[in-house]
């Protein structure tokens, strides 16, 4: 697990390329969240954002005026956030790793991650979302992911993948193999597979929403490759190199990647009574 923490926090390293590089979420997605957690309007709702980075999430969950409560764990990543915060009044931050945060006597209406429940301890995630909401209250996690469409660039790439262990294909994939809807296995990790079973959380959903086909340059892909946490932590000459093939291979197939955007969703409720009571 200390692994893991330090992993998480390396993306602070490259903060200001992290929040220029990564995807926003889509509007269907505050929609679809906002929908479920229920509500007369995102201001009757008190939501709380676990590992909010540099608030990618965050604006636009916000922008709807949705009072949240952004806990993340970096300071370096926080800080980036807090300079939104002028257009984000209903948004406060505080500095903590998800495991050592302490709610007191808040409940939430809705806690939600964006892109990282995997970081966080396995062994206690659910109790501590759990205790953080209100009775009835929902949960929302979710992951945006690329799937590439030439079959041809996907093989390449994938090669250079396994060769220098980048974890790239984590959240790129083939395009094709988004079609269907969202599995849940074990060995997928998805976050229904772990709910599952667990009688304190209900009407649990899974939902893949589909973005459209996007052009990326090779800079700007690349760019967002770079801020990958798998990518990061590669020893410097090894990064060049690794980011020098993509160029190369992304160059000989006409200097640009297709992608299909998706994200994966996963709800599910507080029960209103807690079982057993």
């Known amino acids: 697990m200390a692994q893991a923490h330090e992993r998480a926090l390396v993306f602070g390293t490259t903060a200001e390329a992290y929040d220029a590089a990564r995807p926003s979420y889509p509007d269907a997605l505050v929609d679809t969240v906002l929908a479920y957690a229920g509500g007369a309007g995102p201001g009757a709702l008190r939501a709380v954002e676990i590992g909010a980075g540099t608030g990618k999430a965050t604006a636009v969950f916000g922008g709807r005026g949705l009072p949240v409560l952004a806990v993340e764990p970096d300071p370096r990543m926080a800080e980036v956030l807090r300079r939104k915060l ?7 931050i505080e500095v903590s790793r998800f495991e050592q945060w302490q709610p007191g006597a808040r409940r939430f209406d809705l806690a939600y991650a964006a892109q990282a429940w995997h970081w966080l301890d396995r062994e206690t995630r659910r109790d501590r979302i759990f205790d953080a909401l209100a009775p009835g209250g929902a949960v929302a996690l979710f992951w945006n992911l690329l799937g590439i469409v030439d079959p041809v660039v996907h093989r390449d790439l994938t090669a250079f993948d396994t060769a220098y262990g980048s974890g790239l294909l984590r959240v790129t994939g083939l395009a094709s193999d988004f079609a269907g809807e969202i599995e849940s296995t074990e060995e997928n990790g998805w976050a229904g597979w772990e709910f599952g079973a667990d009688v304190r959380f209900t009407d649990q959903r899974s939902v893949r929403l589909r973005n459209g086909v996007t052009r990326r340059s090779a800079d700007s892909w690349l760019a967002a490759v770079a801020t990958y946490s798998g990518v990061q932590i590669m020893e410097p000459e090894r990064r060049a190199e690794f980011l020098a093939e993509l160029r190369s291979c992304l160059d000989a197939h006409g200097g640009f990647l297709d992608i299909a955007w998706f994200t994966d969703l ?9 079982a057993g009571a």
């Open 86 to 92: 002028d257009s984000l009044p209903h948004v406060e």
């Open 266 to 274: 996963f709800v599910a409720r507080r029960v209103p009574v807690e």
